[in-house]
């Protein structure tokens, strides 16, 4: 096989063979495919697509670029959450300890912001001394005491995913329904689960716009995760205002603490105990939908969820007491209120403006080798269709740097309008798109 | 700008920005832009095409990737002939010294071989101490001196071109008639000539497989041409057999020599002579083609030509006695004849086949890093829709080792097909599409 011809067919529109897939990702997993080889394909699947049969080859070559992790010496049903990403979406820090207290066992490997969305991972390094970055043999044995542990992948887990994710990144090669379903799949049936939940959003904020290619790729998802023995569902979510208040990474993690303490927004706690209840079903701890989101709500208003996070945070080496006291963790020294000019009704809280501001303050990158400032966001004080007064605090921003400040209000100027009247906004959760 | 944002605009179907497409090329030579990134605006090309501005456009930017040269100092018209691409296409070796004897200035810069074709400077260096890379101030003096000289691109000419081929080369992206068009034209008007005539191949041996692709090309680079003021015309030839006799760089060389001493074949002898005369035209030497014809024709018969080769070959370093002594070239030690095994008529005579056998003898690179064996090749006895007798001879392979013979007979096996009767075949000139 020559990488040359591998690229042409595709590039022609014809359908690869499932050797040909293969034999490519093992070439760029190994390195003899170079990165300009491996971009040119890239780009070629991204205009000419592939179909279910390519994908799920794809997504099979990229679980055999590593391990199949092995978790069955670990006892109890094995089970994650993915979120194809969106602003202030921390359900993760929420539902994660929920569940495992609940008795799932919650192997939980996540990634880092990407563009205007925040990642998982920088948000739990705002707790001092948390490490994201175990090794396979610490995840296990960490996953066995915990029952969660919320780390990022492995050297171990789909190598060949890592290198062309970096590589579809800054090679306009990110929207493609096959190479996400691919990227997203491949790591979680690597991670030896059993049973998955995806949050697949759709909407301003979300990287898929519309809900009709949401739902195809939350179909395509669910069909290969099936093929692979992973029992998987997906909720297709809106994603136009940001999820909760908190945008930005110390910021949310406290909202996830006030959640977990049931002082949380409504929309965040009632979506993460909705995903915590889809868990424990696909995990077999429920049988019926109220049975498990009658669990998933008791272990929050118990405490027991908040004691499973404070248990996950020592564990990976955090500061375990920023659960009781936030002044633990990193905090911005200036604020900055944005107050409403009028009378009328918030008619757009664009989220992914809002995600773009928290990115300019310092809270994600604009370059791969930025650093992360933990300490930066934004506080969003209204919802979607509230009524407010003019001179009524909009949102507040968490800044360090004045230059930044005013790039960040110049997208927060443009992502809260208030209008006369507004149509009420669309539910959170549009669709369950479940298997069998 | 932001190469990703580039990279997306073309992906998604838009047209380019001439600022665009100059920026990325600038981007490109410089080096600010790595390769995986232009591979994957190339491979977005390829599929998406760019219309008739952009192409001016990538054209113009890779003129102005390096320097267009001013050869304002030497007398006279300067005039180049381009061929995109055959299997036996030798006609440069002939026509330049022709038209360079005429009174024509011939500043040709060619390529070398790719694929299962040949290339110009590959042949050159059979010639031993030949040099085709001059630098830029040594091709102006041996210009002034001899009205020809045969060398490579110099780095000052289209450096953009020169990374962007080589890149094209391993990515699957050459065949895209935009690429081809800003890739050829580019190096012509970077080269500093008044007038061109571009030999258009379509057929099996070609990498245009259709007329009608053919055409387009043809009419886009005239186009081009005549916007950057050079006088440019095409002429559309079949490729479908081998031209001349000789496939292979000394073989050619020597077949190249014969037919400067009126002993060519006559399809390779009737072409260079049609293409010499062209150029005549429109260096303004001639005002008709009739005169232009029988210039270059005389320049054949009373040996002018061959005394211009000669000149040519001296002056470049080469040992020009090779004109008068074949054995002074590089030769094979070893030929295999193929025989024909059946009476009838040669209704295949495929270029492609004939080009990957000389290149599997060592004629050409099946890799970048390969080196070149100037003394192997294929000689072809038949035409296409000649008569043949069963045990009549209709190939020659002229090979050094065994192993790769073996491998070249399976495919000259069926590169030549007799059959009971064959339709005739296509004219070698098929049509001219000329400026104004």
Chains 1, 2 share one sequence.
């Not at 011809?5 to 390195?31: A, C, M």
């Not at 329904?177 to 959003?201: N, R």
């Not at 008619?347 to 300490?375: C, K, N, P, Q, Y």
């Not at 001179?391 to 997208?411: C, F, I, T, W």
Request: proline share 4%; charged share 25%; net charge neutral.
């Amino acid at each position: 096989m020559s990488p040359v011809d591998i690229i042409k067919k595709k590039r022609d529109g014809h359908v690869l063979d499932p050797d040909e897939i293969g034999w490519f990702v093992r070439g760029v997993t190994s390195g003899a495919i170079p990165d300009y080889q491996a971009s040119a394909l890239l780009m070629a699947i991204v205009v000419r697509g592939m179909n279910a049969e390519e994908t799920a080859a794809l997504t099979d070559a990229m679980v055999r670029s590593g391990i199949r992790a092995d978790l069955s010496d670990i006892p109890g049903p094995k089970v994650d959450k993915h979120s194809t990403g969106g602003v202030g979406d921390k359900t993760s820090l929420i539902l994660a300890p929920l569940a495992a207290a609940c008795g799932a066992v919650v192997p939980m490997m996540s990634g880092r912001g990407l563009g205007h969305t925040g990642g998982t991972l920088d948000k739990l390094e705002s707790i001092p001394g948390f490490r994201v970055g175990l090794a396979f043999d610490e995840f296990k044995a960490a996953l066995k005491d915990v029952g969660c542990v919320l780390i990022g992948q492995t050297s171990e887990i789909a190598p060949a995913d890592k290198k062309l994710y970096a590589l579809r990144d800054v090679t306009g090669t990110v929207e493609s329904l096959p190479l996400i379903t691919a990227s997203i799949m491949s790591k979680k049936i690597a991670e030896g689960i059993d049973g998955l939940v995806l949050d697949v959003t759709t909407g301003r904020g979300a990287f898929i716009k519309t809900e009709e290619d949401a739902r195809t790729l939350a179909k395509g998802m669910v069909g290969i995760g099936q093929r692979c023995g992973v029992r998987t569902e997906a909720i297709l979510t809106s994603m136009d205002a940001p999820r909760g208040r908190a945008v930005g990474n110390g910021l949310e993690v406290i909202e996830c603490v006030e959640t977990l303490k049931g002082r949380g927004p409504a929309d965040l706690e009632q979506l993460s105990v909705l995903l915590a209840a889809r868990l424990l079903v696909l995990a077999g701890i429920s049988q019926s939908s109220q049975d498990a989101e009658r669990r998933a709500r008791a272990a929050l208003t118990s405490g027991a969820g908040l004691e499973k996070l404070r248990h996950i945070i020592a564990r990976q080496g955090g500061d375990a007491a920023i659960v009781d006291d936030y002044r633990r963790l990193p905090s911005a020294p200036n604020r900055r209120v944005i107050e409403a000019t009028r009378d009328g009704v918030v008619a757009r809280l664009d989220a992914e403006l809002v995600g773009r501001a928290s990115m300019t303050l310092g809270a994600g990158r604009e370059r791969v080798e930025d650093s992360i400032d933990h300490a930066v966001g934004v506080l969003v004080e209204v919802r979607l269709g509230n009524r407010v007064n003019r001179g009524q605090p909009l949102v507040e921003a968490h800044y360090r740097s004045p230059d930044r400040l005013d790039r960040a209000l110049a997208l927060l100027a443009d992502a809260v309008v208030i209008a006369d009247d507004a149509p009420a906004p669309r539910p959170q959760v549009l669709e369950t798109i479940g298997f069998g």
